[in-house]
């Protein structure tokens, strides 16, 4: 699915907005002096799914959240959010909105519980913090100063922060970025039960595996636009990229078969083992379907599917971008 | 307890908590007053007009701390707590701005007024300092010298770019400002040139008029000083609602 194709628009005070679209993007720019850092971006999220945000560095994500945040004004297009204009009604939407910042911090010497309190009391409905931090399994951090726990705790601690309100909307960018395998799976469960709260979570990420396992849906985002928006299965479905199957084998291998069949791009024969690339509905069982009929003894027989990696290096290309803003 | 309330708690806190902060916010003055009444003791000396050391000076240690506070410590501060994301964090919740502002000058207002009592305490007690004026009218020139710093401090904060330039700024700015304000050392040894040219910092009018009130003048004889720490005040904080960024 390409950006632009069938969305509705949820504007300002729309009443259908307050159905099944969290919000809504149409046709938004932002300029930075030349640049447009946000070139024309339109999309919606709906309510109830983790919405993923991929794209490489300097690519607009950071700030067409903050457009949506109303952390920034945008110079044309329209965003609606939870039905409000985050550029006129930026409190309100403050109110029923949670964000994660990548690069944030909290004061010095400022224990947990003190910064939740603090942060609970500038919402007008806050959320029970002592219970927030039970769900994330911070209770016993209360009393600890923000600055003396682990990487993982005082990512929970920003995630509490961002959900102190009870927000009908949380933004998380870059969420587990230079954390421990186990405190990243620790964290994904705490973003799917807040998803199964009924909060639509929107993830800015820089991983893929993390894009893959969460996200209900992802945008990739190059050059201010939206090039790619879907599940992760259809963003691979319809990009051209490809798998491969490979095996082993004792003897010569059936290459000219396998080159014919359907849907096979170019075969490989290295030191005895076969790579077999393609992309087909039927791609496995054709390759299977040769391999069965050989007299060699084939083994060691592995597939590989395209991932959202594949999808996103095919999208956005391969060469490094370094030094733009992010 | 309202947001503004707990604001004020949590940074007094925060403040008390910082080693670095009570000793410049709070324990400075009284420390100052201390170690030059222990150096020069209280004793009539001429170059004084026949009085001591600390009745001579005391009043004039307020204009010190303010300058250090102001200049140093309270741009230095407010840039870290924007480069690091704090003040970030908070401009993502409904929080008004100026809520946030008012409840971290109080927070400053009322430590460093805490400095500036106990050093007058200090003086007093310990030294026999004696105000030939009114304590009242001193303190509440002291007041108002506090205010007047704060709003450099944002105005600076406002204007400058990172941690490493806000302290650098700071200690130059500060240094020939508390030389030429008279506190530190006596206008009388510097050059006449020099001696002039220093009448046109706000921090040598602040010392005047410090100096002028504990000395028993009257606040219309001060009207001069008065009106360059209002001017000084309106200014910065012009500056820094023009300028002040939250990242």
């Given at each position: 699915m390409r950006s632009g194709e069938g969305t509705a628009f949820c504007a300002p005070g729309d009443e259908g907005c307050s159905g099944s679209v969290a919000f809504g993007c149409e046709n938004v720019v932002k300029h930075y002096g030349e640049v447009r850092a946000v070139d024309g971006v339109s999309f919606e999220a709906h309510r109830g799914e983790i919405f993923g945000i991929i794209g490489p560095n300097g690519a607009g994500k950071t700030t067409l959240v903050e457009c949506i945040e109303g952390l920034r004004t945008h110079d044309s297009g329209s965003i609606g959010v939870l039905g409000l204009?985050?550029?006129?009604q930026t409190r309100l939407v403050r109110e029923r909105t949670g964000v994660q910042f990548q690069t944030s911090a909290l004061p010095q010497r400022m224990k947990v519980g003190e910064a939740l309190d603090l942060f609970a009391a500038c919402y007008e409905q806050p959320a029970d913090w002592r219970d927030l931090l039970a769900r994330l399994g911070l209770e016993n951090k209360t009393g600890s100063y923000v600055e003396t726990l682990s990487g993982g705790q005082r990512q929970r601690v920003f995630i509490a922060l961002a959900l102190v309100n009870d927000p009908d909307l949380v933004f998380l960018d870059?969420?587990?970025?230079?954390?421990?395998p186990q405190a990243r799976l620790a964290i994904w469960d705490v973003i799917r039960d807040i998803r199964d709260g009924g909060t639509t979570v929107v993830l800015t990420t820089h991983l893929m595996e993390e894009a893959e396992r969460l996200c209900d849906r992802v945008a990739i985002v190059d050059h201010g636009r939206i090039v790619a928006l879907g599940t992760v299965p259809e963003l691979i479905a319809a990009a051209e990229v490809e798998g491969n199957m490979s095996f082993a084998v004792d003897g010569s291998p059936p290459l000219d078969r396998l080159r014919a069949l359907p849907g096979v791009s170019y075969v490989e024969h290295l030191e005895g083992r076969v790579v077999v690339h393609g992309n087909s509905a039927r791609f496995a069982q054709e390759v299977m379907g040769v391999l069965a009929a050989v007299d060699e003894r084939v083994h060691d027989l592995r597939s590989e599917q395209p991932s959202l990696e594949d999808v996103f290096l095919e999208l956005t290309g391969r060469q490094m971008r370094e030094g733009a803003p992010a | 307890m309202t947001v503004a309330a707990k604001l004020v708690v949590v940074q007094t806190k925060r403040t008390l908590r910082e080693p670095a902060a009570v000793f410049f916010v709070i324990a400075f003055a009284p420390l100052f007053a201390l170690l030059m009444g222990l150096i020069f003791g209280n004793d009539p000396v001429p170059e004084f007009g026949d009085r001591g050391y600390i009745d001579a000076n005391l009043a004039s240690i307020t204009a010190i701390v303010v300058a250090i506070s102001g200049l140093v410590v309270v741009p230095t501060d407010i840039v870290t707590q924007r480069e690091t994301g704090a003040l970030r964090r908070f401009r993502a919740t409904p929080l008004r701005p100026l809520t946030y502002i008012a409840a971290d000058v109080v927070v400053r207002f009322a430590l460093s007024m805490l400095g500036i009592a106990v050093m007058f305490v200090v003086g007093i007690l310990a030294f026999g300092a004696h105000a030939h004026g009114s304590l009242i009218a001193v303190l509440t020139a002291s007041a108002l010298s506090v205010l007047t710093f704060l709003a450099v401090g944002y105005a600076l904060a406002a204007v400058l770019p990172s941690q490493g330039v806000a302290q650098g700024v700071g200690n130059v700015l500060v240094f020939p400002l508390i030389i030429l304000s008279g506190a530190a050392v006596p206008l009388a040894v510097l050059p006449g040139g020099v001696r002039q040219g220093a009448q046109l910092s706000p921090l040598t009018q602040l010392v005047e008029l410090l100096q002028g009130l504990w000395m028993g003048q009257t606040w219309s004889e001060n009207s001069l000083p008065v009106l360059v720490l209002l001017g000084v005040i309106g200014l910065a904080t012009a500056v820094a609602a023009t300028f002040f960024r939250w990242e």
């Open positions: 204009d985050p550029q006129r870059e969420l587990t970025t230079g954390l421990d | -």
